[in-house]
């Protein structure tokens, strides 16, 4: 059985499709056999691979979209073969996909952006995973490194009790630049650092 990913935050444009693409880009280099299934209605992960594949750097993973609320007992016959699967979770308003990506996976990764303003959806995320018996892990996303905003999204999670990982997606021109291409640089970067950590956790 593929090892199973969803990297899902009740919030819009948290950073839910660059980790998912950094992340199963990460696996997908390592010499994993990579599936990334975009469980988004509009798309955004499918119209990536598309643009690169366009690009002439095609991405590694194998690119499934399949936005349905019955996912988990469809993973079997849409991820045959794949050591692991990482799923690009919904936009806030698709809840029952939101739920479906999390009880197809093993982990819930939950970008969290590094700004307490949009920190409000957190509680309802770690609900709807707790509901389903998956552990969550956040991840910051949008991060600034030594600056006051920082410091209170690090203090906010904690209210909230969340199992940060170490890993963190800076806030940078450089990941939006990454739109439609390969990963490189920091977003690379980042889902090694992601894979690693959630390797050593599945370790544990
Ligand atoms: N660390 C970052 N620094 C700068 N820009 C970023 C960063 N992370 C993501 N972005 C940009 O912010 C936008 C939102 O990111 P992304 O699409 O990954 O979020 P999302 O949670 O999947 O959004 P949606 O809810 O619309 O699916 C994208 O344009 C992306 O390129
Ligand atoms: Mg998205």
Redesign the pocket.
Request: aromatic share 4%.
């Given at each position: 059985m593929a090892y199973t990913v969803a990297v899902v935050v009740l919030k819009?444009?948290?950073?839910?499709?660059?980790t998912a693409i950094a992340l199963g880009e990460a696996a997908a280099e390592s010499g994993a056999a990579s599936t990334l299934v975009d469980a988004?209605p509009m798309g955004?992960s499918v119209r990536h691979a598309l643009l690169a594949e366009q690009a002439g750097r095609p991405l590694r993973s194998t690119v499934i979209g399949l936005p349905a609320g019955d996912l988990p007992k469809r993973m079997g016959s849409i991820t045959p073969g794949a050591d692991i699967v990482t799923i690009d979770g919904p936009?806030p308003g698709a809840l029952k996909i939101a739920r479906a990506a999390i009880e197809a996976a093993d982990v819930v990764v939950m970008?969290c952006p590094a700004r307490p303003g949009d920190l409000d959806r957190v509680p309802a995320t770690l609900e709807l995973a707790a509901d389903a018996g998956v552990p969550v892990y956040g991840v910051f996303?949008?991060y600034k490194r030594g600056t006051n905003i920082a410091d209170a999204a690090e203090t906010l999670v904690k209210q909230y009790g969340v199992n940060m990982l170490s890993s963190r997606?800076?806030?940078?021109?450089k990941?939006?630049e990454n739109?439609g291409l390969r990963p490189r640089g920091p977003l690379a970067r980042y889902g090694r650092d992601l894979l690693e950590e959630l390797t050593r956790k599945a370790a544990e």
């Amino acid at each position: 059985m593929a090892y199973t990913v969803a990297v899902v935050v009740l919030k819009g444009g948290a950073g839910k499709s660059v980790t998912a693409i950094a992340l199963g880009e990460a696996a997908a280099e390592s010499g994993a056999a990579s599936t990334l299934v975009d469980a988004d209605p509009m798309g955004g992960s499918v119209r990536h691979a598309l643009l690169a594949e366009q690009a002439g750097r095609p991405l590694r993973s194998t690119v499934i979209g399949l936005p349905a609320g019955d996912l988990p007992k469809r993973m079997g016959s849409i991820t045959p073969g794949a050591d692991i699967v990482t799923i690009d979770g919904p936009p806030p308003g698709a809840l029952k996909i939101a739920r479906a990506a999390i009880e197809a996976a093993d982990v819930v990764v939950m970008p969290c952006p590094a700004r307490p303003g949009d920190l409000d959806r957190v509680p309802a995320t770690l609900e709807l995973a707790a509901d389903a018996g998956v552990p969550v892990y956040g991840v910051f996303t949008f991060y600034k490194r030594g600056t006051n905003i920082a410091d209170a999204a690090e203090t906010l999670v904690k209210q909230y009790g969340v199992n940060m990982l170490s890993s963190r997606l800076l806030d940078s021109s450089k990941v939006a630049e990454n739109y439609g291409l390969r990963p490189r640089g920091p977003l690379a970067r980042y889902g090694r650092d992601l894979l690693e950590e959630l390797t050593r956790k599945a370790a544990e």
